[in-house]
Each structure stands twice: as structure tokens, then as C-alpha cells.
């Protein structure tokens, strides 16, 4: 099962920060939060990732709490084709060749004019 | 920037037959992964390559599941016997060696079993 829990959608309007939580209270020291996107059937595109600094890409920041139980991904400047599902997943590392992700139902943001 | 690329786009069988589905991962990455998603679920692990022999696999990929990387450049799934239940979106993705690298995604195949 996941590690992580996340709301089910959430609302945005248009040109406004998107702030997307994500819980992940049972984190471990060796484990980096990542995060993902899919847009209606595509394929999940990679966003940001960070083990316990605050990270920032062309994309959107990241910002994990001190005790690292919780994060949020930031859209700065939503548009309409941010509308899609995310997803937080936290990933154990240091475990050799095993490194494949497991997927919640994410969160359902929906970018409104 | 590179990215991951799956042929066909849908493909439609006819139940018991054989089907291949084609990634060409980022040229540079070593580890390859396929996942599938089920309409309205969540996606899954199927599994994942490594140096020319599977890595980790789940419960799904059971024997009528394997992996090949032919070539240098192509990396494909068959499924032997297609079952109605093998109907789904199948994603593959690639990744670099070091650890924390994040996956990348093609777009997926849609796979039709009639």
C-alpha cells in the first residue's frame, strides 16, 4: 500500500498558487519524497523530488516539513493545463535493484478560469 | 530533453493470443520498469530490469509475463496468452544508475482485449 495520503481533489483558479499536501507521517530517514502527474490517460510525468531540503524546478517547489512527516507541492502560477492527477510517493532508498514506485489514487486538481 | 517512447499507441486482441509492447527507454538510463493502470484504478508495479535480468516483479507478472531488452535501444513486454483482465494503459519507464533518479514515462500503450 501506499505511504502516503493525499485529498481526494481540490479546486484552483487560474493564475493562483496550487498548494497540494501530502501526508507521510511513517517516513524513514532513507526515504525520498517524489512527485508525479497525469494528465487525463497519459503516461505520469515527473514533477520534483527531495529527501528533506526544500526543492524548487521550472516546474513547481516542494517544501517538506522539518520532521519530515509532511510535504507540499507548490504550483506557483497555475494554468488550465495543470489540471491533472498528482501524486506523492515515497520511495525507500539504499534497496539495491528494487526501486519500483508505489501509486495512490493521488490528488484530483482542477484549474478553473 | 530525452524521453520515453511506446509503440503502438492502442493495440486491440483477440483473447488468447500473444501481444508485444515496445519502449525505447532514454538512451543513457539503466533500469527499466513497466507499470499498468487498470481504467479508474490506481497504477501498478509489474516489473522491473536491470542489467539483462528482471529486478523486482509483483503478483501480476505471473508466467505469461516477460521482459526483453533485444537490442541496445528497445525494451519490450509480451503477455503470452492475453486474458480479458489484461485490458489496461501499460507505462513503461526508465531511470539513471544512481539511486534517487527519478523514473521517466512514456505515454503508454493501450492494450484491447476483445
Known amino acids: 500500500d501506499a505511504k502516503t495520503t493525499q485529498p481526494t481533489s481540490m479546486d484552483c483558479a487560474e493564475g493562483r498558487a496550487a498548494n497540494l499536501p501530502c501526508n507521510h507521517s511513517t517516513i524513514s530517514g532513507n526515504e525520498y519524497v517524489y512527485w508525479y502527474r497525469q494528465i487525463h490517460s497519459q503516461g505520469p510525468q515527473y514533477i520534483i523530488h527531495g529527501l528533506k531540503n526544500n526543492e524548487t524546478n521550472e516546474m513547481a517547489s516542494l517544501i517538506i516539513t522539518e520532521d519530515r512527516k509532511s510535504s507540499t507541492l507548490i504550483l506557483p502560477h497555475a494554468t488550465l493545463r495543470d489540471t491533472a492527477v498528482y501524486y506523492c510517493?515515497?520511495?525507500?532508498?539504499?534497496?539495491?535493484?528494487?526501486?519500483?514506485?508505489?501509486w495512490g489514487l493521488g490528488t484530483s486538481l482542477a484549474v478553473n478560469p | 530533453e530525452p524521453e520515453v517512447t511506446q509503440t503502438p499507441s492502442h493495440q486491440v486482441t483477440q483473447m488468447g493470443q500473444e501481444v508485444i509492447l515496445r519502449c525505447v527507454p532514454i538512451?543513457?538510463?539503466?533500469?527499466f520498469y513497466w507499470y499498468r493502470q487498470i481504467l479508474g484504478q490506481k497504477v501498478e508495479f509489474l516489473v522491473s530490469?536491470?542489467?539483462?535480468?528482471?529486478?523486482?516483479k509483483s503478483e501480476i507478472f505471473d508466467d505469461q509475463f516477460s521482459v526483453e531488452r533485444p537490442d541496445g535501444s528497445n525494451f519490450t513486454l509480451k503477455i503470452r496468452s492475453t486474458k480479458l483482465e489484461d485490458s489496461a494503459m501499460y507505462f513503461c519507464a526508465s531511470s539513471g544508475g544512481v539511486d534517487y533518479q527519478p523514473q521517466h514515462f512514456g505515454d503508454g500503450t493501450r492494450l484491447s482485449i476483445l
Open positions: 510517493i515515497v520511495r525507500y532508498l539504499n534497496a539495491g535493484n528494487n526501486r519500483k514506485l508505489i
Open positions: 538512451s543513457n538510463h539503466l533500469y
Open positions: 530490469f536491470y542489467n539483462n535480468e528482471i529486478s523486482e
